[in-house]
């Protein structure tokens, strides 16, 4: 089993930045599966939740959708087992309510890959 917790969501105006938290706990190590990583999802209202970004568990590579790219950054605290998302340059278009993920194989961008979520956090940027 894993339990992911995540925090740092808000408001926040257009352009400007937020930084979520994703705090992993449970079986994180010992995992050595190619494709183990957490990954951050949104869903908007009315929406499908749709992939964001991963970092993979082990080889610490990094994922992101295009709409996020230049904007977004996956990292990891190996010693704390969080991961986090830095956000800038956020856009209306941005807000969602967003999810991290533990992904226990399967392909990175596919939400059915990943077997345990956190409970979600609200960002909403304002125009």
């Known amino acids: 089993q894993v339990q992911l917790l995540e925090s740092g969501g808000g408001l926040v105006q257009a352009g400007g930045s937020l930084r979520l938290s994703c705090a992993a706990s449970?079986?994180?190590?010992?995992?050595?599966?190619?494709?183990?990583?957490i990954g951050w999802f949104r869903q908007a209202p009315g929406k499908e939740r749709e992939f964001v970004v991963a970092?993979?568990?082990?080889?610490?590579?990094?994922y992101y959708t295009d709409s996020v790219k230049g904007r977004f950054t996956i990292s990891r605290d190996n010693a704390k087992n969080t991961v986090y998302l830095q956000m800038n340059s956020l856009k209306p278009e941005d807000t969602a309510v967003y999810y991290c993920?533990?992904?226990?194989?399967?392909?990175?961008?596919?939400?059915?890959?990943?077997?345990?979520w956190g409970q979600g956090t609200q960002v909403t940027v304002s125009s």
């Open positions: 993920a533990f992904n226990t194989g399967g392909p990175i961008i596919d939400k059915g890959s990943y077997d345990y």
């Open positions: 449970g079986r994180t190590s010992g995992r050595t599966g190619r494709n183990y990583a």
């Open positions: 970092i993979n568990w082990n080889s610490n590579s990094t």
